[in-house]
């Protein structure tokens, strides 16, 4: 075989590699960062993590009607926490993060532009929330990575009301509410490769709603 047919089979597996990585870091933490490693580690075809990808993607659609309780956010202004509940807006971004959650980190560069090109739309509102129980272990991240954060209203759970309403724990989530609360859609782990559908399902829903 020539040099250069060898190549040609080799160029197929590279990329399939470099796709399976990708997708790899913008998985979700906790129980899903496990599964992650192990496809990594134990060198899985593709096709586990597909698997896993539309096991992500049935998770998202079990998210969709639900009411979520956002009752035990507390708002966080500076070095003072007001117990407040998010602004109510025709489309509700609630992004959900932790300073322990690397892939919710790693994704904020990513997020900050999304959320900017949102901005114009008066009838968008988006606020982030953090899972971090250490008040000043979170208030002392947002002190020092200002530059990395959305510019948006911060948020900290005050207990599990919110968790308990959607029975699902993936960090990082992202979800669309409704006026209602209700979730229109769902986004579960990094959407560092979903970012123009996480912007298309914004301006699908003002005009659906």
Same mark, same amino acid.
């Given at each position: 075989?020539?040099?250069?047919?060898?190549?040609?089979?080799?160029?197929?597996?590279?990329?399939?590699?470099?796709?399976?990585?990708?997708?790899?870091?913008?998985?979700?933490?906790?129980?899903?960062?496990?599964?992650?490693?192990?496809?990594?580690?134990?060198?899985?075809?593709?096709?586990?993590?597909?698997?896993?990808?539309?096991?992500?993607?049935?998770?998202?659609?079990?998210?969709?009607?639900?009411?979520?309780?956002?009752?035990?956010?507390?708002?966080?202004?500076?070095?003072?926490?007001?117990?407040?509940?998010?602004?109510?807006?025709?489309?509700?971004?609630?992004?959900?993060?932790?300073?322990?959650?690397?892939?919710?980190? *790693?994704?904020?560069? /990513?997020?900050?532009?999304? @959320?900017? !090109?949102? #901005?114009?739309?008066?009838?968008?509102? +988006?606020?982030? &929330?953090?899972?971090?129980?250490?008040?000043?272990?979170?208030?002392?991240?947002?002190?020092?990575?200002?530059?990395?954060?959305?510019?948006?209203?911060?948020?900290?759970?005050?207990?599990?009301?919110?968790?308990?309403?959607?029975?699902?724990?993936?960090?990082?989530?992202?979800?669309?509410?409704? *006026?209602?609360?209700? /979730?229109?859609?769902?986004? @579960?782990? !990094?959407? #560092?490769?979903?970012?123009?559908?996480? +912007?298309?399902? &914004?301006?699908?829903?003002?005009?659906?709603?």
């Amino acid at each position: 075989m020539s040099p250069q047919a060898a190549e040609r089979r080799k160029s197929p597996a590279r990329l399939a590699g470099g796709l399976v990585a990708g997708l790899l870091s913008g998985l979700l933490s906790g129980p899903g960062a496990a599964v992650a490693q192990g496809v990594a580690s134990r060198g899985f075809a593709p096709a586990a993590l597909q698997a896993q990808e539309l096991t992500l993607r049935q998770q998202e659609s079990q998210l969709l009607h639900r009411k979520v309780d956002l009752a035990g956010l507390r708002k966080l202004d500076g070095v003072k926490v007001v117990a407040e509940t998010p602004p109510v807006a025709r489309v509700l971004i609630v992004h959900l993060w932790a300073v322990e959650c690397r892939p919710c980190i *790693e994704e904020f560069p /990513v997020l900050r532009p999304i @959320l900017d !090109s949102l #901005r114009p739309l008066t009838q968008v509102k +988006a606020v982030l &929330v953090s899972e971090t129980a250490d008040l000043a272990k979170l208030q002392g991240f947002l002190r020092d990575n200002r530059a990395l954060l959305p510019n948006l209203p911060q948020y900290q759970s005050g207990d599990d009301r919110l968790r308990a309403s959607l029975q699902n724990s993936a960090q990082p989530t992202t979800l669309l509410l409704d *006026e209602r609360g209700i /979730v229109r859609q769902a986004f @579960l782990g !990094s959407i #560092r490769h979903r970012r123009s559908e996480l +912007a298309d399902a &914004v301006r699908r829903l003002l005009k659906s709603m």
